[in-house]
């Protein structure tokens, strides 16, 4: 009896310990529960629109990535001027950051709310300091535009090679949705990505004057190609030209895509293509909440003034949808992994060459790009607006 008395005396010295812990942990759980945070996102659209389908993905990424440390809660089909409905009931819902792909005005609205963060992509920064909980975020696009447009050259250089075309007949057409900046430096890019290969590319752009009309973008990708487009590209939310390139193949034309990879849609024409990557950005975002830190000092990417931020192919904030690789030519892949290293890695200046720029709204106001043109310099916000003389059509 006194050898059992011993041993259960050595029982309690190792249990009550080990007790004290499993419920003190169970205690601190219950009166201190993990936090978790809960992540708004407010869309102009739904996931059938590629722009859209993009953050749908970065969400996705939220949710697979913190799992039960976060909560999301969406809302789809916003117009901009409700936007303030839909940050109403993300407010009811305690988010702590909201992201927007909307261009309805939510840096008032986070005045309103200091204790949430605000996230709006792709809009006009301010000269006025923003809000400490208001932010600006874009994937610098043109890097994407100009690799996308290397891709379109080495196509063209084969058609020449294989006799197909004349290199007089080397041209590009682009379906543009509205004469923005954004839109204007996205064809652009991509038009002297394709110029690096082959000189004597020009390029014909019919602006949709909308977002997201499959017929009328679609109208427009068969004009360029009736002119004598042979690669079409688009800054336009529709397969519309992608599908007008698939029904003309037997002329043997092609398309290069934006947003979404769209070889599904157009699998005999359909190069490649490059899109924002949203993810980074909000990924490193909702971490810098769950961490209590600053989000420009948290992701990494270039910062510009008023809380915006941007960044390329070197922080995967900007990226190429699949490669065709049955209709690629030999060796492009090669090729744009090496274009793509160089502008990861600041080798190349993209807005350089014998080129003159003019506004189109002030035909005064004009660039020379021989001294070089710096693309998001100062801001997400895509800054160049010029048509290039010469080489650059625009049909009415």
């Known amino acids: 009896m006194k050898e059992q008395g011993q ?11 080990v007790l004290i812990l499993v419920l003190g942990w169970f205690g601190y759980k219950y009166f201190f529960p993990e936090r978790i945070v809960t992540v708004g996102f407010i869309y102009d659209n739904d996931e059938t629109a590629p722009y859209s389908y993009n953050f749908y993905l970065a969400q996705e990424a939220v949710q697979k990535t913190w799992q039960k440390k976060v909560r999301t ?3 789809s089909n916003v117009l901009d001027e409700q936007i303030h409905l839909s940050v109403q009931k993300l407010v009811d819902s305690k988010c702590d950051i909201v992201f927007t792909n909307s261009y309805g005005n939510i840096r008032d609205l986070a005045v309103k709310y200091p204790h949430i963060q605000f996230c709006q992509a792709s809009f006009d920064s301010h000269p006025k300091p923003a809000p400490a909980n208001y932010h600006t975020f874009k994937g610098e696009v043109y890097q994407g535009r100009y690799a996308s447009g290397v891709v379109a050259g080495l196509k063209l250089e084969e058609m020449i090679k294989k006799g197909k075309i004349k290199p007089e007949e080397a041209k590009l057409g682009f379906v543009a949705a509205y004469p923005y900046p954004e839109v204007i430096s996205g064809y652009t890019a ?3 990505g394709a110029r690096s290969v082959v000189p004597q590319t020009v390029m014909y752009v019919k602006y949709a004057n909308t977002w997201d009309s499959y017929v009328l973008e679609k109208a427009c990708a068969e004009e360029l190609l009736e002119e004598g487009c042979v690669i079409l590209s688009q800054h336009s939310d529709t397969v519309g030209p992608a599908i007008a390139c ?9 398309h290069v895509a934006y947003n979404i990879d769209m070889t599904d849609a157009a699998p005999h024409t359909s190069l490649t293509g490059t899109r924002i990557n949203w993810t980074p950005y909000i990924l490193g975002a909702v971490k810098a909440v769950m961490d209590n830190k600053p989000i420009e000092k948290a992701v990494p990417g270039n910062v510009h003034p008023n809380n915006d931020m941007s960044s390329g192919f070197k922080e995967n904030w900007v990226e190429m949808t699949k490669l065709n690789t049955a209709i690629l030519p030999e060796g492009a892949q090669d090729r744009l992994k090496a274009v793509i290293e160089d502008l990861k890695n600041g080798k190349r200046q993209v807005f350089k060459g014998d080129y003159t720029g003019l506004n189109p709204d002030n035909p005064k106001d004009t660039v020379d790009l021989r001294g070089g ?8 916000v895509s800054s160049f607006h010029y048509i290039l003389k010469d080489v650059i059509t625009v049909l009415q």
């Open 7 to 17: 041993i259960l005396r050595k029982l309690t010295r190792i249990l009550i310990p």
């Open 73 to 75: 809660v969406m809302c």
């Open 190 to 192: 991509f038009l002297l």
């Open 246 to 254: 698939e029904e003309s193949y037997a002329r043997d034309v092609y």
């Open 373 to 380: 043109f710096t693309e998001n310099k100062d801001s997400s």
